[in-house]
């Protein structure tokens, strides 16, 4: 129930976003960053319904990353808008320039 809860939020947000997209736009770039494996959080069961229902919507393009580094990587000038489907950030401890990647991010507007 707690799972079905929180895909449906997630999906209520991300269909949020896509309010005011015209047919023949470029779609809204999506990135679910997910892993770290924990009892509590069964993302391997879970990411794929995300993604599943993200993509049912052509106005999304949604992709998967299983990296939390990838955050060092500048992913603001590739995705709109980030889902964090991850365990925690405690171990491991994402590296300080993926940590400032994620602050440039929402710095800079994206959702």
């Not at 809860?5 to 309010?19: D, H, P």
């Not at 015209?22 to 960053?33: D, Q, T």
């Not at 393009?61 to 980030?82: G, H, M, N, S, T």
Request: aromatic share 10%.
């Amino acid at each position: 129930m707690r799972i079905q809860l929180r895909v449906c939020l997630t999906v209520l947000l991300f269909s949020g976003l896509a309010i005011g997209v015209i047919a023949g736009e470029k779609p809204i770039r999506i990135l679910i960053v997910t892993g770290e494996d924990y009892p509590g959080h069964k993302w391997r069961e879970t990411t794929p319904l995300v993604r599943s229902i993200l993509s049912q919507k052509e106005y999304f393009d949604v992709r998967v990353c299983e990296d939390i580094e990838i955050f060092a990587a500048a992913p603001e000038l590739r995705y709109d808008a980030i889902v964090l489907h991850y365990c925690n950030w405690e171990s491991p401890m994402p590296s300080l320039a993926a940590r400032e990647g994620l602050a440039r991010f929402v710095s800079s507007g994206k959702g």
